[in-house]
């Protein structure tokens, strides 16, 4: 049989973060880890390090928490949004203007898990997209009812994509992606959500992407930051079920 693996092209450039304090519910505020120091405090220095930010540029960090593995102990994910670097390094180019009209794509948007258990970051992760919104993080039981896995949507220009990933043996892996909508401010757009039901072949949900209605582009608003509500439109449009033998999403080829 015919499987389909979906991997859906994302532009790739080379390219390369403001620390402030949020008020979403899932967001990790005060606990501390590294002995003494709060999880902010010692994501913020490691970042810092691993990514090279000079001490006068201002990036994003959010911190997010949730038991992400099997072992019980609650670990985080910590993105990083460097918009101000990216528009500084933009002016600097000869392209400036072609830069700016492509919403400064490039690795500007990064997250690191932090496991609970070992007390660690991670190395970074690039999620090559435009900084002019960071990444957005939510978490859902996929692979297993005993702990999360993670969701991550991020923006290029006028579409949105949604990338899975869970934790295996202390590290994120991505397992699969999906558009969240595409099209925005055209006349040919496309929207989807997303449920889960029980898995084909073992304990790994099933993905359902369901059809959406993608709310129209108001009047005046920039395409490439707005961020549209889709409506659910109750059709499945695919069904992706997790392959153990890839080790990710696959759907039947139905040519």
């Known amino acids: 049989m015919k499987y389909l693996f979906l991997v ?31 999880l902010t405090t010692y994501a913020d220095r490691m970042v810092r390090a691993k990514l090279g930010i000079q001490a006068n540029e201002k990036f994003d960090l959010k911190i997010y928490r949730a038991q992400l593995d099997a072992d019980g102990i609650e670990d985080a994910i910590i993105t990083v949004n460097r ?22 794509m490039g690795n500007f948007n990064y997250f690191f898990f932090f496991d609970g258990k070992l007390d660690m970051l991670s190395p970074p992760l690039a999620i090559p997209s435009s900084p002019l919104l960071p990444l957005s993080v939510s978490f859902e039981n996929i692979s297993s009812p005993e702990y999360k896995d993670v969701l991550i949507d991020f923006r290029i220009r006028n579409a949105s994509y949604k990338d899975f990933y869970t934790v295996s043996n202390h590290t994120p892996r991505r397992i699969f992606q999906f558009k969240n909508f595409d099209g925005l401010g055209t006349n040919l ?17 099933n993905i359902f992407v369901m059809e959406g209605q993608l709310e129209a582009l108001p009047a005046g608003a920039d395409k490439n930051t707005f961020v549209p509500q889709i409506k659910p439109i109750e059709k499945i449009k695919y069904t992706f079920f997790y392959l153990e033998s890839e080790a990710k999403y696959a759907t039947k080829d139905t040519q």
């Open 189 to 205: 757009t496309e929207a989807y959500h997303f449920e889960y039901g029980a898995g084909s072949y073992g304990i790994q949900k």
């Open 83 to 104: 918009l101000d670097f990216a528009m500084k390094e933009a002016m600097a180019s000869p392209n400036a203007a072609k830069r700016a009209e492509l919403g400064f």
């Open 8 to 38: 859906l092209p994302l532009f790739i450039w080379s390219c390369k973060e403001q620390v402030a304090a949020d008020e979403q519910s899932n967001i990790e505020q005060q606990p501390a880890t590294k002995g003494k120091q709060s």
